[in-house]
């Protein structure tokens, strides 16, 4: 149950109210949004909310249980701080939400109704749907560790301890050509690295139009000294001859690939002497690991 303001509980008494929805949004990059279905800006708690966005908010839905309860924003695509590629691009991921009920004629009589964090978003050519979770989604996220046997650290993190910033782990090269929208090639600057030792890695756009974003590497081949890389997902702006980048080594994960080209097995985060499903599957046999011995740590790589 929510309190209201002595004055803000008096308006709604009065029956014919002056009410207006309010969004305040804060993206991970630290930028600040105010939006409001509102005919003109209101300005409150420090934060402009910009008017005629085209926002429609759904029903605000609370349950009494620990479900997630969401409600729906719809917005065109017409505000010069939301775009469509700014939303495809992933900086309005889990931005922070405050959902306000404001009285436009006297700020002061407002109320916060919901704090959560963007989740889904659907977008078409003009508009969009957000949808907005309460906190109670975060009870859903992992917590703690999974016993698996490939390793659950990112490398170069505080678990990981691979030092990345060295030569022998990076490079800093251009774009030479472009192979459609997620393939390019390097034809100086990478030359002595083998083939694979970028798969899994990371590259970070220093220059072009797509400076200050990263991308994961998801395969690296190198012949007749030119490199040819291939990212996961086409970036949102094109990939242009030129664009500067640095790229990070990858890892896959294994045991194997933490021992041999990191020298890092003593901080391998997984657990490769787990059985997989495959051995339940196996039968007995006398010239492999199923010999009907006691079972022995398997063998890595």
């Not at 978003?121 to 749907?129: E, K, L, P, Q």
Request: with cysteine.
């Amino acid at each position: 149950m929510k309190t209201l303001p002595a004055g803000f509980q008096a308006h709604l008494d009065e029956g014919t109210t002056t009410l207006a929805w309010c969004w305040r949004l804060q993206r991970r990059d630290g930028a600040v949004f105010g939006f409001t279905d509102h005919d003109r800006p209101l300005t409150f708690a420090g934060t402009s909310f910009e008017p005629e966005t085209g926002f429609a908010a759904s029903e605000i839905r609370s349950l009494g249980d620990l479900s997630v309860d969401a409600q729906d924003v719809q917005g065109a695509l017409r505000s010069d701080r939301i775009t469509e590629t700014d939303i495809a691009d992933g900086l309005w991921d889990n931005a922070t939400v405050e959902v306000w009920l404001v009285n436009w004629q006297a700020f002061s009589q407002r109320v916060l109704m919901r704090r959560g964090s963007i989740g889904e978003i659907r977008r078409g050519r003009h508009a969009f749907t957000a949808e907005v979770r309460a906190l109670a989604h975060l009870l859903n996220q992992p917590v703690g560790r999974t016993f698996q046997y490939f390793c659950d650290a990112t490398l170069g993190d505080a678990r990981c301890g691979v030092n990345l910033s060295g030569p022998l782990y990076r490079g800093m090269v251009s774009v030479t050509a472009t192979i459609g929208d997620r393939r390019f090639t390097v034809a100086t600057g990478l030359g002595a690295f083998a083939s694979g030792w970028f798969d899994f890695g990371v590259v970070e756009w220093t220059s072009g139009a797509n400076a200050g974003r990263r991308a994961e590497v998801a395969s690296h081949t190198l012949a007749s000294g030119t490199a040819t890389i291939t990212l996961m997902e086409a970036p949102v702006r094109p990939i242009a001859p030129g664009d500067a980048f640095v790229i990070t080594a990858g890892c896959d994960k294994r045991h194997a690939t933490c021992r041999d080209r990191f020298g890092n097995a003593i901080n391998f985060r997984g657990f490769p002497s787990i059985p997989g499903d495959d051995l339940v599957t196996r039968y007995p046999n006398e010239t492999d690991a199923n010999s009907g011995a006691p079972l022995r740590p398997l063998a890595d790589g």
